[in-house]
């Protein structure tokens, strides 16, 4: 496995449509893709399931995959290639470095599918829907801009309605079991390789769309105390 992870890590340094940590690049990503579409982002896109299928949903949208795993990234810009969808790209970084790579108003839309839920309140810092995380992505997404979130976690599902509600952010959609469903829209019927796992075991799938107000203002303490309570402290 650690040669077949090397193997690839090796690989995706060749691959165009991969960019490890690159230097200059806010403002440019209608220079990379050769054209003036709308730009997408996946973070925490593991394998990339997400950021291929809405390109092929949307071959007028530039969509971009964003992990620290150059492993998982592998798969996803494997596929891309064979694929020819030369809408995807794939961005190596942290997700906390993400206004590195992006100038303001550059994003029109952000996908968070499946990430880490960090269940221990200690780091609650580290969810990708935390209002730190949050102040980030407002720095690089256009005004009035959706957020997606797709997880598997009930209490990430609960904490983002929580900082949804306490930091006055838009609600646009609020599914509690993606599946119950009449229909499934074809954007939320995209599976990835954690979804089928199900680690958290809940049998259901929850998604929440929204967006962030012009300026984020909340009680980052009464996040906080609130968190505790839960916890027990």
């Not at 040669?3 to 220079?31: A, C, H």
């Not at 904490?159 to 469903?181: C, G, H, P, R, W």
């Given at each position: ?73 592998w798969v996803g ?75 598997d976690s009930p ?79």
């Amino acid at each position: 496995m650690a040669q077949k992870k090397l193997k690839r890590f090796g690989e995706i340094k060749t691959f165009s449509n991969v960019l490890e940590y690159p230097e200059n690049m806010k403002g440019k990503w209608k220079d990379f893709f050769n054209n003036k579409n709308e730009l997408v982002l996946e973070l925490a896109c593991g394998k990339g399931e997400y950021t291929t299928g809405l390109a092929q949903l949307y071959p007028q949208k530039n969509f971009i995959g964003v992990d620290i795993k150059g492993n998982r990234l592998w798969v996803g810009a494997k596929f891309a290639q064979k694929n020819q969808l030369k809408n995807v790209a794939f961005l190596r970084t942290q997700i906390d470095k993400i206004t590195n790579y992006f100038s303001q108003d550059e994003v029109e839309e952000i996908w968070i599918t499946f990430p880490d839920p960090q269940l221990r309140i200690s780091k609650a810092k580290k969810r990708l829907t935390h209002p730190k995380f949050l102040r980030f992505y407002q720095q690089i997404l256009k005004p009035g801009a959706k957020i997606h979130l797709k997880t598997d976690s009930p209490d990430l599902y609960q904490f983002t309605k929580l900082v949804i509600k306490l930091y006055n952010l838009q609600l646009i959609a609020d599914i509690s079991d993606v599946y119950e469903m009449e229909s499934v829209t074809e954007e939320l019927a995209i599976k990835t390789h954690y979804e089928k796992l199900d680690i958290a075991k809940s049998n259901c799938i929850f998604y929440l769309c929204f967006s962030l107000p012009e300026n984020l203002s909340g009680n980052d303490d009464e996040l906080k105390s609130i968190l505790k309570e839960e916890n027990g402290e």
